[in-house]
C-alpha cells in the first residue's frame, strides 16, 4: 500500500519562503515519478512540478519557475519543494502525488495514482 505524507505547510507573508516535505512509503525503489500539485478554492487542480526519483528530469509549471525548486532525498524516499518568492497567488491546498510512470514532461493530475492528505499554503499580502 502506497502512502504519501506531507508536511510543512503554514502561513507566510509574501515575498517568504516555505518548505514543503512528502515523504512516500510502498514504492518500489526508483522508476516511479512523484510531483507537487495545488489546488486553490474554486479552481481546478494544477501541476506545479514533478520528478523522476532517483535523479532524474524535474518539470515546473511556467507560474513557478525561478521561485519554487523541487530537491529528492531517495535514501529517505521524500520529496521536497522549496517555495521562495511567495505571492498570493500561491495560496493553495498542496498535495504530492506519485505514479510509476516516468514523467516526460508536466503530467496532469489525473496521470497520477497516489495522493497525499494535502497541506495548505497561504501567502497573505
Known amino acids: 500500500q502506497v502512502q504519501l505524507v506531507e508536511s510543512g505547510g503554514g502561513s507566510v507573508q509574501a515575498g517568504g519562503s516555505l518548505r514543503l516535505s512528502c515523504a512516500a512509503s510502498?514504492?518500489?525503489?526508483?522508476?516511479?515519478?512523484m510531483g507537487w500539485f495545488r489546488q486553490a478554492p474554486g479552481k481546478e487542480r494544477e501541476g506545479v512540478g514533478v520528478s523522476n526519483m532517483g535523479g532524474g528530469t524535474t518539470y515546473y509549471a511556467d507560474s513557478v519557475k525561478g521561485r519554487f525548486t523541487i530537491s529528492q532525498d531517495n535514501a529517505k524516499n521524500t520529496l521536497y519543494l522549496q517555495m521562495n518568492g511567495l505571492k498570493p497567488e500561491d495560496t493553495a491546498m498542496y498535495y504530492c502525488?506519485?505514479?510509476?510512470?516516468?514523467?516526460?514532461?508536466?503530467?496532469?493530475?489525473?496521470?497520477?495514482?497516489?495522493w497525499g492528505q494535502g497541506t495548505q499554503v497561504t501567502v497573505s499580502s
Open positions: 502525488a506519485a505514479t510509476y510512470s516516468y514523467c516526460y514532461m508536466l503530467l496532469p493530475p489525473e496521470k497520477f495514482r497516489s
Open positions: 510502498g514504492y518500489t525503489p526508483g522508476g516511479y515519478c
